[in-house]
Each structure stands twice: as structure tokens, then as C-alpha cells.
């Protein structure tokens, strides 16, 4: 059963959800904007489960009924923010993700694969381990990891799978394989999650290396560490 938010909005009102995103003003945007960012620290430090959409207007400022109309539910807006943080991927990864996607539609060789690989992973870490973006969202992302709900196929389809299968046909492409084998498609598993893996214990992470914090010459390291993984393969 969807659960729902709150009274209905009084006077003239769009669907809820799609709908009323179609017909938002301006200031209509801002204001779906703001519910979603406190959607995100809310459902991140909570869960699903135990998020409150009260909890979520107070954080954003606004009532329930503004939730309803622009979400539809609970789950509605769970699913939303979801969507936000794959889009905030996409936009972030958008030239190393294009210059991947120009790699293995060419003919190019091993080498122009390794480099796109490369090239995925510097920007992989730079928006996981080093950007603000990412732990925005990590909460949700490793609730939906660890315990799949509502937003679990939204990550797969859009995020997950896609990254897997770019980065397998890489690894491919380096190992002049004439099809993705198995073994390729491990390492890409792999590769994509020994970020997000780091980033989740990163305190254990700081603490081994004597860390204070992951700044740029970390970063640099972590980066110069997978890309000779790449090289061994």
C-alpha cells in the first residue's frame, strides 16, 4: 500500500508527482528542490522505514501538503531522491562517462581503453571520496545496498548496471577478449565497488593509514593504486 502524506492540497492542484512537476513555477521548483535535499539527510541518517515526512517539511522548511502535491507519497519521494542522486552522478561523470562511451563504440584498441578506464575511475574517485555531492546521498545508497527497498531498482537500472557493463566491455576491450567473458565482468564488479566500499569505511580506512582526513595528495594515491590495477590487467 503507498502511503500517503498528508491532506490533499486545497483549491486548484496538479496530479501529484509527474504531474506537478510538468506545471512548477520557479519558485514551485525551489521549493521541491529544498524538500529533496532534506529528503536526503532525512531518509540517509533514518532509512526509509524510520524517516518522518514531518520530519522531512520541518528540515525543509514547509508543511505536509506541499510534500503530497509535488511527491505524491512517502515512497514517491523516497523514489524521487533516488532520481536526484543518479542524476547528480550523471552530471558529475558526464565527459569520463561520454569519452567511455566514444571508446567502445570505435575501434579502438587496448590501449585507448585502458586510458578511458582510467579515466573513469579518476573521476569515480574524485566524486565519491572527494566530493560533497556524493555524501549527500551515500546514506540511502548504503540502506538500499544493504537491505533492498523501494529506490534499490531506480540505483540498478540507472546507476549500478550501467556501470558495470561499461567498465566490463573496457576491460574487454584491454584484454582483446571477442566477447565480455565472465572473468572480465568479476573485475569490473569489482573495480566499481572497492570505491563506494572505501568511502563507507572510511574511518577504518583514515585510521590504518594514519590519515587525519582524505585530501588531495590521498587522493592522488587511491587513484595512482587502481590505475596500476588497470595496468595489470
Not at 34 to 58: N, P
Not at 171 to 192: F, G, H, N, T, Y
Not at 201 to 218: D, F, L, N, P, V
Request: aromatic share 6%; hydrophobic share 40%; proline share 5%.
Amino acid at each position: 500500500m503507498i502511503m500517503t502524506m498528508g491532506d490533499s492540497v486545497e483549491g486548484p492542484v496538479a496530479q501529484p508527482g509527474r504531474d506537478a512537476v510538468s506545471n512548477m513555477s520557479p519558485k514551485g521548483d525551489q521549493s521541491r528542490q529544498r524538500i529533496l535535499d532534506a529528503a536526503l539527510i532525512e531518509f540517509g541518517a533514518a532509512g526509509f522505514k524510520s524517516a518522518t515526512t514531518r520530519r522531512i517539511a520541518e528540515r525543509a522548511k514547509t508543511t505536509l501538503p506541499p510534500l503530497n502535491y509535488y511527491f505524491g507519497s512517502k515512497e514517491g519521494l523516497y523514489r524521487a531522491c533516488a532520481g536526484e542522486i543518479v542524476e547528480r552522478f550523471e552530471r558529475a561523470n558526464h565527459d569520463a562517462v561520454n569519452r567511455a562511451r566514444r571508446t567502445i563504440e570505435s575501434t579502438s584498441g587496448p590501449e585507448e581503453a585502458r586510458d578511458a578506464l582510467k579515466n573513469l575511475m579518476a573521476a569515480s574517485v574524485e566524486l565519491i571520496l572527494g566530493n560533497a555531492t556524493y555524501g549527500l546521498g551515500s546514506g540511502i545508497i548504503a540502506r538500499e545496498l544493504a537491505e533492498p527497498g523501494p529506490a534499490f531498482d531506480i540505483f540498478y537500472d540507472r546507476l549500478w548496471l550501467p556501470g558495470i557493463e561499461r567498465n566490463a566491455r573496457l576491460i574487454s576491450r584491454i584484454k582483446s577478449e571477442p566477447d565480455v567473458s565472465a572473468e572480465s565482468r568479476v573485475q569490473s564488479i569489482l573495480l566499481v565497488s572497492s570505491i563506494p566500499s572505501f568511502h563507507t569505511r572510511r574511518i577504518i580506512a583514515q585510521k590504518a593509514m594514519g590519515w587525519s582526513a582524505i585530501g588531495t595528495a590521498e587522493l592522488a594515491l587511491l587513484t595512482n593504486v587502481l590505475h596500476l590495477q588497470i595496468d595489470r590487467m
